[in-house]
């Protein structure tokens, strides 16, 4: 018989489930998670609710999913931030990016939700908040492969660590697909670690996400439903949406290298040369 893993070697479970109440909707950090960059949370604030908290010895950035905030950064206040009902609205979001060693303090004008992607940082930049207009959006893939792209951070806009994008994919079709990864260091891939944090378009769909290694020592097929987030420490992860619900994930990266360099599943990348 083989032996099982102990619990102190144990992988953590790569799907973190959202939480149907309370404040706190998940809240993932690189010690639950087994790794060393990436933390993440998001929050649901009723009106009038505020959280308070510091960066610590981290990078932040707040992005705005829905609802309308104030966030305070030290003595900066930064007003009525967030211009969209869902994730699902036709419109990118409000986001702020915050530098270690500060204070932060969201206040919610109405009923808000909110995602906190982290990860370490000197403090070389200043706090800012990043314009829905600022934000390039995009097209990727073709046929039941397109997705809508709303880049909030990405490599070529300041920070020093993390990379923040969101991702609609339409009912009926896949996405982070051809499989790709992003978890070797070199000029051709950088070693990103990631999580998904998903939405479904109705709430009560679910979606179907895969994390697997070319030696399949990694190797998971979840299904995904509303507000659930999975872990991407390495390895190929495409997601697919099935027919009647539209699926949304924010993506929080960061590694080593701030750059988004990634491979194809060469089984798969055929599909790329039609």
């Not at 609802?67 to 869902?86: C, F, I, K, T, W």
């Amino acid at each position: 018989m083989q032996d099982r893993p102990s619990v102190a070697n144990a992988r953590p479970n790569l799907l973190v489930k959202g939480q149907a109440a309370g404040r706190v909707i998940v809240d993932i950090t690189p010690q639950s998670a087994g790794w060393t960059h990436v933390g993440f949370k998001a929050l649901r604030l009723d009106a009038g609710e505020a959280e308070s908290f510091a960066t610590g010895a981290r990078e932040l950035c707040v992005t705005v999913l829905s609802g309308q905030v104030d966030v305070h950064v030290g003595d900066e206040r930064y007003s009525a931030l967030g211009s969209r009902q869902s994730v699902f609205d036709d419109q990118s979001p409000y986001a702020v990016y915050v530098p270690p060693g500060r204070e932060v303090r969201i206040d919610a004008r109405g009923a808000a939700e909110v995602a906190l992607s982290t990860a370490p940082a000197q403090g070389r930049l200043p706090a800012r908040v990043i314009e829905p207009g600022q934000m390039r959006r995009s097209v990727r893939g073709e046929g039941a492969n397109t997705r809508y792209v709303c880049d909030i951070l990405p490599e070529s806009e300041p920070a020093e660590g993390l990379l923040v994008v969101e991702v609609i994919t339409p009912s009926g079709h896949s996405s982070s697909y051809p499989p790709h990864k992003h978890d070797s260091a070199g000029a051709a891939e950088t070693a990103l670690e990631e999580t998904y944090y998903h939405q479904l378009n109705p709430a009560q769909g679910f979606a179907f996400q895969r994390v697997y290694t070319d030696d399949r020592s990694l190797d998971e097929a979840m299904a995904v439903e509303h507000r659930d987030t999975v872990l991407v420490p390495r390895g190929y992860h495409p997601c697919a949406a099935p027919y009647g619900y539209d699926l949304y994930y924010l993506n929080t990266m960061a590694g080593p290298e701030r750059r988004w360099a990634f491979r194809n599943d060469p089984a798969h990348e055929w599909m790329l040369a039609r």
